[in-house]
């Protein structure tokens, strides 16, 4: 089932994904096409608001592994929001949970100054 | 396209090999475990493992040739989960399948150390003519439940 994208850029400089659906191995190709050309735009800061992903699986993680290098190649701060106990604790076995900036709250995310 | 059957308590899904059927595994298995009362945090855990399993198979036993088939049967055996994977491709070279060192952080490879974290047992039968039989077993917790009865 394809994911539900949205974009929309609360300030300038800062690109907000919003991702809404499940992450797998069918789908992460379709975020991995919105999220490159995000990162190749130039912004500061980009925030992937994942508070509607009800399920991540390893090809999720490594698109979002993916930005946060691509990011950080190019200065980009690269955060993760509001992300739900399950897809949380996915990031937690993978011991990603401290690798990427997460935030409770997708404003907290956009707020914070790099 | 896929196929669903019960007998003698298990049940198995049979789903071609297009990644964009590993939804209706996901959706079988959640459906087969919601009786069980599962721990909500392990329950997700198994159906990520059995999620990666399959994605492996699509992506090392096909190499993404989605016109073949999986099928993902799963069994309760009095507080165990047992999981089996069939596939009819390519066999792994069972001696390479390691997860990789986290510490290294980079895209992939995760798979297999989900599968390992979460299932108690992990075996691969490639000795069938065609294709590799994978298990996964799991003792299961039942969740706590929110009110006790004096």
């Given at each position: 089932m394809a994911l539900e994208i949205v974009?929309?850029?609360?300030?300038?400089?800062?690109?907000?994904?919003?991702?809404?659906?499940?992450?797998?191995?069918?789908?992460?190709?379709?975020?991995?096409?919105?999220?490159?050309?995000?990162?190749?735009?130039?912004?500061?800061?980009?925030?992937?608001?994942?508070?509607?992903?009800?399920?991540?699986?390893?090809?999720?993680?490594?698109?979002?592994?993916?930005?946060?290098?691509?990011?950080?190649?190019?200065?980009?701060?690269?955060?993760?929001?509001d992300l739900n106990s399950a897809v949380l604790d996915v990031f937690k076995l993978a011991r990603l949970d401290s690798v990427f900036k997460v935030y409770d709250t997708t404003e907290a995310a956009v707020d914070d100054q790099p | 396209m896929s196929d669903v059957t019960a007998l003698?308590?298990?049940?198995?899904?049979?789903?071609?090999?297009?990644?964009?059927?590993?939804?209706?595994?996901?959706r079988v298995l959640e459906a087969y475990m919601e009786d069980l009362s599962l721990d909500p945090a392990e329950l997700q855990h198994i159906i990520l493992a059995v999620d990666e399993a399959c994605s492996n198979v699509i992506k090392y036993a096909y190499a993404f040739d989605d016109t073949k088939k999986i099928s993902v049967s799963v069994s309760d055996t009095t507080g165990q989960l047992e999981f089996t994977i069939r596939d009819f491709g390519k066999k792994p070279d069972v001696t390479s399948i390691t997860p990789r060192d986290l510490d290294?952080?980079?895209?992939?490879?995760?798979?297999?150390?989900?599968?390992?974290?979460?299932?108690?047992?992990?075996?691969?039968?490639?000795?069938?003519d065609v294709g590799t039989l994978l298990r996964m077993s799991i003792k299961y917790r039942v969740a706590e439940t929110a009110e006790k009865v004096d």
């Open positions: 974009l929309r850029h609360p300030a300038a400089g800062i690109a907000v994904l919003a991702i809404n659906g499940e992450v797998d191995m069918g789908s992460a190709s379709q975020l991995r096409d919105q999220l490159t050309p995000i990162i190749a735009s130039g912004a500061g800061v980009v925030v992937v608001d994942l508070s509607k992903v009800s399920y991540m699986d390893s090809s999720g993680i490594a698109t979002l592994v993916e930005g946060l290098q691509s990011s950080m190649k190019r200065g980009i701060t690269f955060r993760l929001s | 003698d308590g298990s049940v198995t899904v049979t789903v071609p090999s297009s990644p964009k059927y590993l939804r209706i595994v996901r290294d952080v980079r895209p992939g490879g995760l798979g297999t150390h989900f599968i390992q974290c979460v299932m108690d047992e992990v075996s691969y039968d490639i000795n069938n």
